[in-house]
């Protein structure tokens, strides 16, 4: 995942340098002259601007030039497969450090905005592929993006909403039908 040379910054703490030693998963992180040790999922590569680039392709399938695209694209897209519970359900995972790789200076409403917008897509693809149902995690926390996702799908013709399965995610996720 990285080399030698690769700009990162830590995720938890303030520390922002370049790799000079990499020992299995453990990453050396260089800053103001001493030599840090993390591990690789703690830390992000960022360019020379301090650019984030996200973990996932972002794709919308509402028109039909993007659907050919889609088509195109299919076996190019590797990140993009779906995980699956154990009742086999499509399960996608909203939590904003679960979409992109760097948050700590995200707006709230930034922050909304692109869980809507991955969680639009993942309701695209599902209708594309005729899945029937999917799996929102959103978490407990205050309810915004919860509020915000049932205002979105829950007035749709195409969806029906439910609490998720207590058993697997207690609260904080909701299963949306697709008809």
């Known amino acids: 995942m990285f080399k030698l040379g690769d700009k990162v910054k830590a995720l938890n703490d303030p520390i922002e340098g370049k790799v000079v030693k990499i020992e299995g998963k453990t990453v050396y992180v260089d800053f103001d002259g001493f030599d840090y040790p993390f591990q690789e999922k703690e830390l992000i590569k960022i360019g020379d601007d301090n650019s984030v680039e996200f973990k996932t392709q972002f794709f919308s399938l509402k028109e039909e030039k993007t659907k050919q695209k889609w088509a195109k694209l299919e076996g190019k897209a590797r990140d993009f497969i779906p995980k699956r519970n154990?009742?086999?359900?499509?399960?996608?995972?909203?939590?904003?450090?679960?979409?992109?790789?760097?948050?700590?200076?995200?707006?709230?409403?930034?922050?909304?905005?692109?869980?809507?917008?991955?969680?639009?897509?993942?309701?695209?693809?599902?209708?594309?592929?005729?899945?029937?149902?999917?799996?929102?995690?959103?978490?407990?926390?205050?309810?915004?993006?919860?509020?915000?996702?049932?205002?979105?799908?829950?007035?749709?013709?195409?969806?029906?909403?439910?609490?998720?399965?207590h058993k697997l995610y207690g609260f904080g996720a909701m299963e949306i039908y697709l008809r």
């Open 86 to 165: 154990s009742y086999k359900v499509i399960e996608v995972d909203l939590h904003v450090q679960a979409i992109i790789d760097y948050y700590p200076d995200l707006t709230r409403e930034n922050a909304l905005k692109i869980q809507l917008f991955h969680a639009e897509k993942w309701v695209n693809w599902c209708l594309h592929k005729s899945e029937n149902k999917l799996v929102l995690i959103h978490g407990v926390g205050e309810g915004i993006l919860k509020d915000a996702l049932i205002e979105k799908f829950g007035t749709g013709l195409n969806y029906k909403i439910e609490p998720a399965m």
